[in-house]
């Protein structure tokens, strides 16, 4: 099983092949990743780097487990973006991560 977006193989063999852990972040991933990315928002809005950063680095490392490439990175301009206090580069990054995590959202759901 394989996708573009979640390297399930991969993952896997990280996870030395516990299907039942695997199922368990994915779940653990699908309930928090809105959440996050609502507190990325709300930090936007309020001017608060240290809420978007802290948002960001949470998503940032859980999509890490599922090898989402092109999420990790998004959420990883996020990151220093706020990190450098430069908040104007957030919005068009916080747009690709949305597509993105509902992206990972669908594959994990196959």
Partial sequence: MESSVVHFDEVLKRLDG???LFRELAAFFCEDSPALLREIRAGLDEGSVPRI??????LRSMLENFDAEHAVAAARTIERSSSRD???LVPAALAQ???????????LGE
Avoid at 98 to 103: L, R
């Fill in 86 to 88: 430069d908040l104007p």
């Fill in 97 to 107: 991560l949305e597509a993105d995590v509902k992206s990972v959202q669908d594959a």
């Fill in 53 to 58: 950063r802290r948002a960001a680095h949470r």
């Fill in 18 to 20: 516990d299907k039942l």
